[in-house]
């Protein structure tokens, strides 16, 4: 069921009450049980780079402000240390809800403002598909591209390279058909899910 409410700053805003329960389901992980103690808030090594805290998008998720929740930059900036997850009392699993948000906004197209930091993501797994190691220049020309700024960081690019830091040319590990089944088996799991 989904109401319309006016916040105190007069906006309108979308309330959704199977929200909480949506994530939950998808995410397997329980977040009713967070009494917001803040300990994965301030634990957070990213805290300073989002525009809600950790515990203040449990709390928006417990409300079902789901446009806001899947449209924070928070949950793309997410590094899924489990720093959040090592500290919390009530051990609610933030990196999992984390990445179920990111497939819900996914979804439903609203995560267009961090579309860079999803380009980012989907290259690098697909760097590790193809080479089952990370190709530093393979997920940057691709990243710049994406971001339709190749030029940015053009000058410290040219500096790593120099000092030998980037490898023009990509390695291989062996038995790459193993990563492959991880892939193909981590796929078809995580359709069965949604």
């Known amino acids: 069921m989904k109401v319309i409410t006016v916040t105190s700053t007069g906006k309108k805003e979308t309330v959704d009450a199977g929200f909480a329960e949506r994530v939950q389901q998808k995410s397997g992980k329980e977040l009713r049980q967070c009494y917001h103690c803040l300990k994965c808030s301030a634990g957070c090594p990213v805290v300073f780079a989002m525009d809600w805290t950790p515990n203040q998008i449990i709390r928006m998720i417990q409300l079902g402000l789901e ?22 009392p009530n051990e609610v ?8 948000l990111k497939e819900m906004a996914i979804r439903d197209s609203m995560g267009r403002e961090e579309a860079v930091i999803q380009a980012f993501h989907r290259l690098f797994l697909n760097c590790l598909r193809q080479y089952g190691r ?19 960081d053009m000058k410290l690019g040219m500096k790593m390279f120099a000092k030998g830091k980037i490898n023009i040319f990509p390695t291989r590990i ?19 899910r949604t």
């Open 93 to 100: 699993e933030l990196p999992a809800i984390m990445d179920t």
């Open 174 to 192: 062996k038995n790459i058909h193993q990563l492959e089944a991880i892939f193909r088996t981590f796929g078809q799991s995580k359709r069965s």
């Open 134 to 152: 990370l190709h530093e220049l393979s997920l940057l020309v691709c990243l710049k591209l994406v971001a339709l700024n190749p030029f940015e």
């Open 67 to 88: 446009k806001r929740v899947l449209s924070s930059s928070t949950i793309w900036l997410c590094a899924s240390c489990e720093a959040c997850s090592t500290r919390c």
